[in-house]
């Protein structure tokens, strides 16, 4: 299932570019810099969108990778560089929304303008596999409440995207349990399959050694059809990290559009849509206003949670 919106938008947006302005960018090479490790799973899946806006814009675009921090190293890199659309922010929105609410940075997410994402990662809870307690989400939450603030929940990091993901959840299904953060999602998911932590918020369900129970979507999701969303079960929790492109505010008008525009058309090749389910992600697009009203809604989310007490800022 595709998901593509705000085309209205865009279509605005290019009305207002000026063809001399259409003319002119871009007329050097466009530098991405990727917020995550080279050779990881967001280049890969993005690597074939590269190769697309190439062909679109008839220009050279090259990927620079400054990874660090939870993305936050490549954040401040991109805000270094020129309002001009030669420099964009590869990264997902989960991250800059969680580094701009939870972290001590000097940056907020009206820092940046989205110009389009070409896939989202597939959030759960999982499991062991095999594990005898429980099986079902149902049976889940009923052994959560029924030895509260036992059970342990794996995630890669204090403050990031899986820890608010996990926050969410017990807050939504009224539990308690204990996080326990590690270096990274791999060690996070092994820690499940080992047995020293009961359960993970985790991107990583194709892992063998764990089993999900259910997704953050909004709807299902396209790489796990079968897998029921917690909306599906009667909970309000939906979390996830759409991945794309974003540039830094000031920008002018006309070049995010033509970029918006060039993504958009990226987005639906054959090529990138082949790929998405070879790297497990989605294909879920956003563009501009749409995405950035997608991250709004999250970040009250976030804030909600922070109110509640439940997610911490650093330096609080």
């Known amino acids: ?96 929304l969680t580094l701009s609410t939870l972290r001590k940075v000097r940056w907020t997410l009206d820092d940046f303008i989205p110009i389009g994402s070409y896939g989202s990662t597939s959030y759960g809870l999982a499991i062991k596999k095999g594990e005898t307690r429980f099986s079902t989400l149902e049976e889940f939450i009923a052994y959560a409440k029924a030895h509260s603030g036992e059970l342990t929940v794996g995630t890669s990091g204090m403050m990031g995207t899986e820890h608010v993901g996990a926050a969410m959840m017990m807050s939504a299904l009224g539990i308690k349990m204990k996080i326990i953060p590690f270096d990274g999602t791999m060690q996070a998911v092994g820690a499940v399959g080992s047995g020293h932590v009961d359960c993970t918020v985790t991107p990583m369900l194709y892992n063998e050694t764990i089993y999900p129970i259910a997704a953050f979507g909004a709807q299902r999701y396209a790489a796990y059809p079968e897998l029921k969303t917690f909306r599906e079960y009667g909970y309000d929790v939906e979390w996830g990290s759409n ?43 956003h563009l501009g206003q749409d995405w950035a009203d997608l991250m709004a809604n999250r970040v009250k989310k976030v804030k909600a949670l922070i109110a509640q007490g439940i997610l911490v800022p650093e330096g609080q």
């Open 1 to 96: 299932m595709r998901i593509f919106k705000n085309t209205i938008t865009l279509f605005l947006l290019l009305c207002l570019a000026s063809p001399a302005m259409a003319a002119e960018f871009p007329s050097r090479t466009i530098t991405v810099i990727n917020a995550w490790l080279p050779g990881g799973i967001v280049e890969m899946s993005y690597r074939p969108v590269n190769d697309e806006l190439i062909k679109i814009l008839n220009n050279n675009v090259i990927l620079s990778p400054n990874a660090g921090s939870g993305g936050l190293l490549g954040v401040s890199k991109a805000l270094q560089g020129k309002a001009d659309g030669y420099n964009l922010l590869l990264t997902s929105d989960a991250s800059l």
């Open 243 to 285: 991945y794309g492109l974003f540039a830094r505010k000031g920008t002018p008008a006309a070049q995010v559009a033509l970029l918006q525009q060039a993504i958009s058309k990226a987005v639906q090749t054959e090529a990138v849509l082949a790929n998405l389910p070879r790297v497990k992600m989605n294909p879920e697009f």
